[in-house]
Structure formats: C-alpha cells, structure tokens
C-alpha cells in the first residue's frame, strides 16, 4: 500500500468546515483536529448555527497566539468565523 503525504490543495488556502453537520459531542474534538492540520497561513472557515463563545475560549487556550480569530458574518443563525494558523 503507497501511502502519499497529504496535501493541502486549496489553492486560497481557506477550507470550509461546517460544524452543523457534526453530532455536538463530536465538534470540539474535529474542530481541534482540523486546526492541528492546518498548515501555516492556511485558514479554517468555520460555520456554525450560533456564536461559540466556550469554543473559542478553548481555543486561545490551547493554541494562544498560535491561531487568529477572525469573524467573517456574525448574524443570529449564521455564524462564519475564520481561524488562520500562523507561524509558530
């Protein structure tokens, strides 16, 4: 079996990830790993049904500076957030 390195084939570098397809008890965790694979200066743009507030707590934690947070359409219902992985 030929196991090929994944690549990032964005050409904007900016991958979308809809969190409201994702079972809640699962989020945090794919949200996590999708930003550990984000490589830098790639961009994670996250929708979401309401502003997640405890998440985004979360993740100054876990990445601090290591992750900007960048909202993009902050309505009632239609939350779009970009996460860009910096250098570090």
Same mark, same amino acid.
């Given at each position: 079996m030929n =196991?090929?390195? =994944?690549q990032h084939l964005s050409p904007d570098a900016i991958y979308p990830f809809d969190a409201r397809g994702i079972a809640k008890r699962f989020r945090h965790a794919a949200i996590f790993g999708a930003l550990d694979a984000l490589h830098p200066?790639?961009?994670m743009r996250f929708c979401?049904? =309401?502003d997640p507030l405890p998440l985004l707590d979360q993740l100054r934690q876990r990445y601090g500076q290591g992750v900007n947070i960048h909202y993009q359409q902050r309505d009632p219902g %239609?939350? %779009?957030i970009d996460f860009i992985k910096l250098a570090g």
């Open positions: =196991h090929q390195p =994944h200066g790639e961009t979401n049904d =309401h %239609v939350i %779009v």
